[in-house]
Each structure stands twice: as C-alpha cells, then as structure tokens.
Nanobody, 124 residues
C-alpha cells in the first residue's frame, strides 16, 4: 500500500506557473505508474497526465499539453507536475494517483491509490 500527499497548490494569476509535488510513502515507489487528475466544482474528475515507472513514458490531456510537464524522482519518492501558462479553466483540486503493477490509463478507475488533493486557483 502507498500513501500520497500532494503539495504546491495555491492562488496564481493567469499566465503564471505552479509546481505541484506528490510525495509517496513506502519503498516501492518505482513500481507504481503515477498520474495527475483534477476536479473542478460541479465537474467530474478528469485525467491530466501520467508517467511510467522510470519516467520514460509520459502522456497529457489535450487541454494541458505543451503547458504542463510531469516528472518523477524515484530516489525521493516524488512525482511533480510543472504547470505553466495557467488560465482560469485550470482552476480545480489536483489529485495525485498511483497504480500498483501494470500500465495505468487515463481513467479514474485505472488507479489504486489517491492523495487528498491540493487546490489550484487561477485568477483572471
């Protein structure tokens, strides 16, 4: 089992940047496929990005591609989401997720563990 704790959210003006971090407990972080999702008020949780065990494979939702970058540091048991050129439509609670064993997709149901979320608010 793994516990996930997100940090780095906050209030930022449109055009600004934030870097989210997700720290994982346990000694087998490198065996987890990791993902970032977000949920805006009144909307369903949606896929943002995912990264493979060693960081060699990444993918992004179309709405964030070219603006967001996912990365991981297995030595620090941490996955990151660098968010640039933020706009008000990026306002949401951002969640870190982990899948134990096997490749994870873009659906919420693909992941086994979730963090508590961190709020990102982008003002216009």
């Amino acid at each position: 089992q793994v516990q996930l704790v997100e940090s780095g959210g906050g209030l930022v003006q449109a055009g600004g940047s934030l870097r989210l971090s997700c720290a994982a407990s346990g000694r087998t972080f490198s065996s987890y496929y990791m993902g970032w999702f977000r949920q805006a008020p009144g909307k369903e949780r949606e896929f943002v990005s995912r990264i493979s065990y060693n960081g060699g494979i990444t993918s992004y939702a179309g709405s964030v591609k070219g603006r967001f970058t996912i990365s991981r540091d297995n030595a620090k048991n941490t996955v990151y989401l660098q968010m640039n050129s933020l706009n008000p439509e990026d306002t949401a609670v951002y969640y870190c997720a982990a899948k134990a064993g096997g490749r994870a997709g873009t659906e919420v149901s693909d992941y086994d563990y979730w963090g508590q979320g961190t709020q990102v608010t982008v003002s216009s």
